[in-house]
């Protein structure tokens, strides 16, 4: 059964840091990982999604990185602004129960203050 | 390009009731998965059609049941509702391809009273 673990739990940071977003699963026999935002009351945002055959991934200020053998992501946020605060989550579907079928961390909550 | 729309955005039902929450995917993707949001156990995974047929279920009791038509549109149904169903139900779809990312829509949030 897959199980994803994200720290930090929370952070706050001023406006301009970059920032590092830390994901870790259980299974490592995974399809793809994807990375999705969530603002407070809204759904889902899909920022990135990476391959089991990548190592990174980016777009724009943001840059995802996978390890498969180690079960590890990291989130790369560059230069971050207070329009980025919101919770952010990880989620590496596996080939047993298929890509559809996502499992969540719990989640990062992120204030960036200006 | 329409995104995910989910109706409706709000539902207030009391215990014993059945609610049915609707979904309609972005155009072309066939895939629909819901989602159950709760601040104690997070987001976990309901069930997933694709042409009209569950292709994979989670772990929830049978009160819980969904469907999808021919245009891929999906409703979800919750009968006897509990206290603890009170939560957010989110949608997301795709078109079927493990290369492309999942879509959510921005959910209903269901509260029993």
């Known amino acids: 059964k897959q199980e994803v673990t994200q720290i930090p739990a929370a952070l706050s940071v001023p406006e301009g840091e970059n920032l590092v977003l830390n994901c870790s699963f259980t299974?490592?026999?995974?399809?793809?990982l994807q990375w999705f935002r969530q603002d407070p009351g809204k759904g889902l945002t899909s920022l990135l999604l990476?391959?089991?055959?990548?190592r990174e991934q980016t777009s724009g200020r943001l840059n995802a990185s996978l390890d498969k053998s180690s079960g590890r992501s990291t989130l790369y946020i560059a230069a971050s602004q207070p329009g980025d605060s919101a919770t952010y989550l990880c989620?590496?579907?596996?080939?047993?129960?298929?890509?559809?079928?996502?499992?969540f961390g719990t989640g990062t909550r992120l204030l960036v203050s200006p | 390009k329409a995104g995910v729309t989910q109706t409706p955005r709000y539902l207030i039902k009391t215990r014993g009731q059945q609610v049915t929450l609707s979904c309609s995917p972005i155009?072309?993707?066939?895939?629909v998965s819901w989602y159950q949001q709760t601040p104690g156990q997070g987001l976990q995974f309901l069930f997933e059609?694709?042409?009209?047929?569950?292709?994979n279920k989670g772990n929830f009791p049978g009160r819980f049941s969904g469907r999808q038509f021919s245009n891929s549109r999906s409703e979800m149904n919750v009968s006897t509702l509990e206290l603890g169903d009170s939560a957010l139900y989110l949608c997301?779809?795709?078109?079927?391809?493990?290369?492309?990312?999942?879509?959510f829509g921005d959910g209903t949030r269901l509260s029993i009273l």
């Open positions: 989620a590496p579907p596996t080939q047993n129960t298929g890509f559809q079928k996502l499992v």
């Open positions: 997301a779809s795709s078109p079927d391809d493990g290369n492309q990312p999942q879509h």
């Open positions: 299974d490592s026999a995974i399809y793809n």
């Open positions: 155009s072309g993707h066939r895939s």
């Open positions: 059609y694709f042409s009209e047929t569950q292709r």
């Open positions: 990476i391959q089991s055959s990548q």
